[in-house]
């Protein structure tokens, strides 16, 4: 599998994903900032798992039409649907807390104030994140690449690794969004953050993709 092909696919994949994806989750999380009942947080979290399932879909999409060179029997439907579904579960998880935060009253000592991480504490917090959610990740994908490659495995440490450094893009933009801010500039952020996510997670996970190799069955359908 050439990096390079692989690069501009997940690239691409985020860009056109995430932006899609994440301006939605973005335009929830400004129209809604404070879900205070249930139907509000119900109405976030269903936003999120709809951008996430178009994020893993378009994501998915643009991996299989690089894999399928190498990995000429993995089919498109099972590919795309655990990325989809990866994709729908980590913005899930990435949604609840700060929704049940709201919806149940974060507990204050006086007139304490909110918790406001500095920029390096996001960048670890959301790095720690983006390792379990990235094992997640490739785990969905494992299911559907185990029978088409051996060394299948590696590919669950290396979303974990991959996510790991990509999520911070998302944490650190979204610190720049605010119901105040303009549109182009809202669509500047989301897209930059798509390329760097895309490429970040391109470079990393494509350097683990490389040591798995094709079934014996794959490689004669290449030769063929």
């Not at 007139?111 to 996001?122: I, M, N, Y």
């Not at 983006?130 to 094992?135: I, S, Y």
């Not at 559907?144 to 911070?168: E, M, V």
Request: with cysteine; aromatic share 8%.
């Amino acid at each position: 599998m050439p990096l390079a092909r692989w690069t501009i696919a997940c690239t691409l994949g985020e860009l056109l994903g995430f932006g899609v994806g994440g301006a939605l989750g973005a335009s929830a999380f400004i129209a809604i900032p404070d879900p205070t009942t249930l139907p509000l947080a119900a109405m976030l979290v269903l936003a999120c798992v709809i951008a996430g399932l178009i994020e893993g879909a378009v994501l998915g999409g643009m991996q299989w039409l690089a894999l399928r060179t190498t990995y000429r029997s993995l089919p498109a439907r099972a590919w795309i649907a655990t990325t989809a579904l990866a994709g729908a579960t980590g913005w899930l998880l990435g949604s609840l807390p700060p929704t049940l935060v709201s919806l149940l009253g974060a507990p204050t000592t006086g007139d304490a104030p909110a918790w406001d991480p500095d920029l390096v504490t996001t960048v670890l917090v959301s790095a720690a994140l983006g390792a379990v959610l990235g094992a997640m990740f490739g785990a969905f994908q494992w299911l559907a690449l185990r029978r088409h490659a051996s060394g299948a495995a590696r590919w669950i440490a290396g979303n974990a690794c991959a996510w790991a450094l990509a999520l911070p893009w998302s944490y650190v933009a979204g610190g720049m969004a605010s119901a105040a801010t303009r549109p182009d500039v809202m669509i500047a952020i989301v897209a930059g953050t798509g390329v760097m996510m895309g490429a970040t997670v391109a470079l990393v996970s494509g350097l683990f993709l490389r040591r798995i190799a094709p079934r014996t069955r794959e490689r004669s359908l290449q030769v063929g």
